[in-house]
Structure formats: C-alpha cells, structure tokens
C-alpha cells in the first residue's frame, strides 16, 4: 500500500467543520466518536479513518503491522487549522498494529506514539494501539432502566473498592490474575454475599506498568488488556448489572506519566501537559500535569469521562487527586509555584473544568453519580457549580478510609 493509497482531502471524512469548530472551542465531547483509529468504507473498500491532535506537526503519518512500520507511506492529512490530521488506509481492519508516526516543525524532533484515541492497545511493554470496534450485545436493561434508584444520595451504598490484579490470583498457574471473564461471576456472586451494592475498580485504564494500581494512566479510552478485551471488560460490568450491582471507575485527570509513547511532548511541544514546569510536572510523583485551560485538553477529558459512562454503561467515576488540581502549590515548595492572575494559590483553570466535567456528566447521564477524592478542606465539593461548588455528587471521605485501615491493623 502506498501513500496514494490514504485518503485525499477530497474524500469523505469523519469531522465536520462543527466538529472541529467545537473541537477548538474545548465543547466537542464525543471526542472518541471523531478521533482515533475507526473502521469504515470509502469508494466501495473497507478500512480505517485515522486522526489524531498534532498542531505543531509538520508531518503525520500511519505506521503499523500492515505497513512493516514505514514512516513514509501512509500520510495524514491536517484538517484546515484545527490542528488534526485525517487519513483513511483501505484494507486496514480490526486487530491491526499501529502508531504515529510525528513529526515535528520544532528541532528536528521525530517520535512515535500510541493513538490518545485507542479503544485498545498492546499488553505493555509493548505501545502500539489496535484498530477495534466496541460492538457488544448488552444484556442490563433492567439495571439501567433503575439504576437511579440505586444511585441516589437516599439510597444505601456500601463501595467495595479493589483491584483487578490483585483479586483472587491463579495459585496453580504462578499466581497470575483473573481475567475480566474469569473474575464476573465469583465478583458478583461475593460483593452481593458480603452485602455490597456496588464495586469501585482501581484505574482500568491502560497503565505502563502491570505492577502498580494504575494510577499512571496512559490510555484513557483503552482499558488494561492485562485481563483481557474491552469486550470481555464490558462482560465483567455486564454481569455485575445483572446482579443489581453498580460499578464505579477510578479515573484520573490529575497527571499522567512522562513515557515517550505517551501524551507528553506529544507534537515535539507541550501539547496536553502544561509547558511551565512549574505548573506542568507533579514533583511527588515525576509526571505531568495536564494544561486544564486549553480548550482541545477540556474536550479530551470531558470525553474520556463520558466514554466510559457511555460505551462501557460505568455508573460513577471517583475522580483521583482532586486536591493536586486545586492547589498551585500542591507539594511544592516556595518558589517552586506559579499564583494566579489574582496572587492566590487556587488554580483557577482546574476549577473550570471540574465544573465543566460534572454539568456534562450530570446533564447526559444525571443517573449517575461523580464522587471527588480531596483531601483538604475545600468548601463545597459536593455543591453545584451555580452556587460556586465544584459539582461532584459525592466527596469520598478520606479519614474515614484511613481510619478503618488503622483499625484493622489493631491486635
């Protein structure tokens, strides 16, 4: 396959000029729908629509298994001056290996990275993404058709928070973890026996490293394929339902990892991240901190958190680390911070976005619930935004947490 083989800007595409208008303005939400790797059909042959955010880009091209990894055959296309890049490789299906290929306006600097918009990617260390599709027969009508009940501030709710991993490993083969199918049923059968009502997943997303909780997330459309494919994720979730339990994602807004295939540097500047490093790199925990006032980073994690309420029927996400996105000097020292345009220390523009985050949650999805993991004393975490709170509908209480933990560890 050629470069004469991809898409001329003549031929159909996924974006409208709406979309990319919103797309600019930070309100384009459905981000998943638009961005990434999407099979499709142009002049009678089936293949992949590709577009990916890279504005300071002088190149993009589709590298992948079914190129052999040239970076010269399958170009992209930039969208007018949205700063995307569009291209559809026929032939190119379901299952099929590939990154971008950038290549920057700015010193020269060339890399490939994993597609910000994957459904799916390798189990790491490997970091190509995978073209799939996301069809699935959902079998929880009846939750969904009541989970508001069971999702109200009046409800009951008793969280059992774990990890995946972690969960009943297979002594008899080297201790390894469940898979999603392998775990659905004895889960559910447990949580509802223990009297839960509903389950909290530590991070899910794509993380670098299988030895961690997750917390360095990496693919925040993709889930772990460490247990398996989306598919046998929505299974877990599906199953769950089905025994009148809600799920809950861990989901972190708050920073991700510095890993080359990642978001940082993505275009050969600082794209998602804040380019200050005073600003832009979380001291405690080496990563970086996403740039909560460019309007293209609003829309990308707005859509993360509703593509997880939309495609995998998630009914509630505890957003990680509020407390690091409010405070300038979170963990840093005099002189290692920035104030705000008013001399404070409040970050003006992450308080934006989790406003904006939880009226579009609330707005397309008010039968679930958003619950902030802060630490501090904070006024109003669990106020609507109309009347200066942040707007999340629950605020999970921290000190309760450690103090049980400090209990059981009481002889």
Not at 268 to 286: I, R, S, V
């Amino acid at each position: 396959m050629t470069q004469e083989a991809m898409m001329t800007v003549d031929e159909p595409t996924r974006l409208t000029s709406d979309d990319l208008y919103l797309f600019n303005e930070g309100s384009l939400v459905n981000l998943y729908e638009k961005l990434g790797a999407h099979p499709g059909r142009v002049n009678g042959q089936d293949g992949t629509f590709f577009a990916v955010w890279a504005p300071d880009a002088e190149r993009v091209s589709v590298i992948g298994s079914f190129n052999d990894w040239k970076q010269e055959t399958h170009h992209l296309f930039p969208r007018g001056h949205s700063g995307i890049w569009e291209g559809f490789a026929p032939g190119v299906g379901v299952g099929t290996l590939y990154k971008y290929h950038i290549r920057s306006r700015f010193n020269g600097y060339r890399v490939d990275k994993t597609d910000p918009l994957s459904f799916f990617n390798e189990i790491p260390p490997q970091t190509a993404s995978i073209v799939w599709d996301l069809a699935y027969q959902w079998n929880d009508a009846d939750w969904m058709r009541q989970r508001r009940n069971r999702n109200a501030l009046t409800a009951p709710m008793a969280i059992y928070e774990m990890h995946v991993g972690s969960w009943r490993r297979v002594a008899a083969e080297g201790h390894r973890s469940l898979s999603y199918r392998e775990m659905a049923l004895p889960l559910a059968e447990y949580v509802t026996q223990m009297g839960f009502t509903h389950v909290e997943f530590l991070p899910l997303m794509d993380h670098p490293f299988f030895g961690s909780w997750g917390y360095q997330t990496t693919g925040y459309f993709a889930p772990s394929g460490n247990y398996g494919t989306p598919q046998d994720l929505m299974y877990l979730i599906d199953i769950l339902h089905q025994h009148g339990i809600g799920v809950i994602l861990d989901w972190v807004p708050s920073h991700f990892p510095t890993d080359e295939h990642g978001l940082g540097y993505f275009d050969g500047t600082h794209l998602y991240e804040h380019a200050h490093p005073k600003q832009g790199f979380h001291p405690d925990w080496n990563t970086f901190v996403f740039n909560y006032g460019r309007n293209e980073v609003r829309s990308f994690l707005i859509s993360s958190a509703l593509f997880w309420l939309d495609k995998y029927h998630i009914d509630g996400l505890r957003v990680d680390a509020v407390a690091s996105m409010l405070y300038l000097d979170y963990s840093r020292k005099e002189g290692e911070w920035i104030t705000n345009q008013y001399g404070g220390r409040e970050n003006l523009d992450a308080i934006s976005f989790l406003r904006r985050f939880n009226e579009e949650v609330y707005t397309r999805y008010p039968d679930v619930q958003t619950a902030a993991e802060e630490s501090t004393s904070w006024p109003a975490v669990s106020r609507p935004g109309y009347v200066g709170g942040l707007g999340f509908g629950l605020k999970w209480d921290m000190g309760w947490m450690h103090d049980t933990l400090k209990y059981m560890q009481t002889d």
